[in-house]
């Protein structure tokens, strides 16, 4: 039997998170690099139909891990069901995204396994016959190889644009989906939790957004925010900022990209008079491609950027707006 | 409420870092600062202790330098303090650093445990989870609002996209804070002066030895992240800029 890597999927109220399609190209690119076998997880209760969405990509199996309990999502449930199923599957290398839920129950999970947890990875190498995690340290000033000195099952955790859920590969025919019912004990779930609400109006999730205009110190006054509005309206984008302009409350945090706000990789992301901070970085460097404008010809920003401009944003900003425009109207 | 906190030392966010000679660490010789979500999660022990009386004791495990983070919790009104002093504990795992740190409580029952949501050095994110694990304890991640109940503690968890949620749970129970869940006090000047005098337990490596095992995981090799990025430069007056960069979204990024 050939040794198996397992990506455990996320789901919310049976809707398959986005995020999901990287972990599952992670998990193909290790394929890849090792030859060992894909499959795929989702846990919850009533999940058969993000189990068959997973089932038309590349994998080789799916499994549906059903319990009434593992609905609300709690970490007791969701740890015991899983260490259930890796008990008895014992695969290589368990696989998941880097989200607020896998952060809430991976380590306890791993801990009751006697295992540990690889997380935040941005990376994957396979070096002499050992798999070596690539993560941020330091706030991603350095970098570092992590390798596991444990037995398997191993467990590991990408971070959000690790990998491109685009290049999640399809399968030929559908993957065999297999329902596991596992018996989550009286007693074992001691969190209640409440209904998921949002403290914001109009909140936005900027996770979803292909097109990001986003502004950071260099904008000077709120009043200047409108401008860099004007441009997200004629991209279609969303419009989002660095941590300090939503500190000032020039934005709602809820548009705040970064380490402690949302991290995202769109297929663009205009980057306004942000000068880069890794904490800023770390949220969106995984965009697609990145557009800076900045006059600090030296600012971080310029390390990551596809394209970049050095100058006043206040000059280049307006005539930009005009030219998309006109582009749009078929000019 | 006894509430016990893990804090911290970690590099300053802006002290530039150097390589050690097996490119394994870095130099131990940078400016040091306590992580930011564990002053975040003493002020609230400290805010829940003005609540609810109780005790607030502070814990940190690594070489002489960490105990400034324990002074300067003293100072801001921690009651006394936890040191697991060696150089050795810098260099633990996540699973491990749990384990030395539930040792050492072993025999203080708290009803709470607050640690930061992740350090700004490794950023593994999973200390407190661990812990609670390792304890049999109830935990709740991200946490921005904390209120007694009858019958333990309602939290507020931090989702994503601007979601939260509500969880009851039992004490005893560990918990991670989120940065922003209040606003940090500064250590006054009396403050200060009584820390001197407040208790300050040291741990030996010897003494947590049993309980720790090898990492679970292992550093091969930490770097500089290299440029992997090509950029293109685009100049020219404003005017040219804008057409040179509609032509990049059309042509080259297709999203015009």
Redesign the interface.
């Known amino acids: 039997m050939s040794d198996t890597i397992l990506v455990v999927v996320e789901q919310r109220e049976g809707k398959l998170n986005r995020v999901s399609w990287e972990t599952i190209a992670a998990g193909q690119a290790v394929a890849g690099a090792t030859g060992w076998t894909v499959e795929a997880a989702v846990a919850g209760s009533g999940i058969s139909s993000a189990a068959n969405e997973i089932a038309a990509k590349k994998v080789a199996r799916v499994y549906a891990i059903e319990a009434p309990r593992l609905e609300p999502y709690t970490?007791?449930a969701f740890?015991s069901a899983l260490k259930q199923f890796l008990t008895t599957k014992q695969p290589k290398l368990v696989l998941m995204p880097h989200?607020?839920?896998v952060?809430?129950?991976i380590?306890?999970l791993?801990?009751?396994m006697g295992?540990?947890?690889?997380?935040?990875c941005i990376g994957f190498k396979y070096e002499s016959g050992k798999p070596?995690f690539t993560?941020?340290?330091?706030?991603?000033?350095?970098?570092?190889?992590?390798?596991?000195?444990?037995d398997p099952p191993w467990f590991a955790t990408f971070q959000n644009g690790a990998f491109r859920g685009d290049q999640a590969e399809a399968g030929t025919a559908a993957a065999p989906v297999e329902t596991v019912r596992v018996e989550i004990a009286d007693g074992v779930v001691?969190?209640?939790?409440?209904?998921?609400?949002?403290?914001?109006k109009q909140?936005?999730?900027?996770?979803q957004a292909?097109?990001i205009v986003s502004v950071g110190r260099g904008i000077k006054e709120q009043k200047n925010i409108e401008m860099a509005k004007q441009l997200a309206d004629v991209?279609g984008g969303e419009l989002a900022a660095s941590r300090p302009i939503c500190d000032s409350g020039w934005l709602p945090?809820?548009r705040q990209v970064g380490s402690?706000g949302?991290t995202v990789a769109p297929?663009?992301y205009f980057a306004l008079g942000i000068s880069g901070a890794i904490q800023h970085i770390v949220g969106m460097k995984g965009s697609?491609?990145?557009?800076a404008v900045n006059k600090d010809s030296e600012a971080p920003i310029?390390?990551?950027?596809?394209?970049?401009?050095?100058?006043n944003l206040f000059?280049?900003v307006p005539?930009?707006i005009?030219?998309?425009k006109k582009?749009?109207a078929g000019g | 409420m006894k509430i016990l906190v893990c804090m911290k030392q970690v590099p300053q966010k802006d002290a530039p870092l150097k390589l050690n000679d097996t490119g394994t660490w870095i130099r131990e010789d940078v400016a040091y600062e306590v992580n930011e979500p564990d002053a975040y999660a003493l002020e609230e022990a400290l805010r829940q202790r003005e609540k609810h009386k109780g005790e607030v004791v502070v814990i940190t495990s690594g070489p002489a330098r960490a105990q400034q983070v324990l002074r300067e919790a003293l100072a801001k009104g921690a009651d006394r303090a936890i040191h697991l002093e060696d150089e050795k504990f810098v260099g633990l795992d996540a699973f491990n650093t749990a384990k030395a740190l539930a040792a050492a409580i072993k025999d203080e029952p708290f009803d709470l445990i607050f640690t930061g949501l992740q350090s700004d050095d490794y950023g593994y994110a999973q200390t407190g989870v661990i812990l609670a694990d390792l304890l049999g304890w109830p935990h709740a991640t991200i946490i921005m609002q904390i209120e007694k109940t009858d019958s333990g503690i309602r939290v507020k968890r931090e989702l994503e996209a601007g979601f939260f949620q509500f969880v009851d749970m039992p004490l005893p129970a560990v918990l991670t804070i989120q940065s922003g869940i209040n606003k940090l006090r500064y250590a006054t000047l009396i403050g200060i002066k009584q820390a001197k005098n407040k208790p300050l337990r040291k741990v030996t490596l010897g003494e947590v030895l049993s309980a720790i095992g090898e990492n679970l995981q292992k550093i091969e090799r930490l770097y500089v992240p290299q440029k992997t990025k090509k950029t293109e430069v685009i100049e020219g007056p404003p005017a040219e800029v804008a057409k040179k960069l509609v032509d990049k979204l059309r042509n080259e990024l297709q999203v015009l």
Request: glycine share 2%.
């Open positions: 970490p007791d740890a989200t607020y839920q952060r809430d129950f380590p306890k791993a801990t009751a295992r540990a947890v690889i997380s935040d070596h993560r941020q340290m330091f706030q991603g000033k350095l970098v570092a190889d992590v390798s596991f000195s444990s001691r969190n209640k939790p409440k209904e998921v609400f949002k403290e914001v909140a936005v999730d900027l996770t292909e097109i991209l945090m809820d402690s949302q297929k663009l697609r491609a990145i557009i310029f390390e990551i950027a596809d394209y970049a401009v050095v100058g000059d280049i005539p930009l005009e030219e998309v582009t749009k």
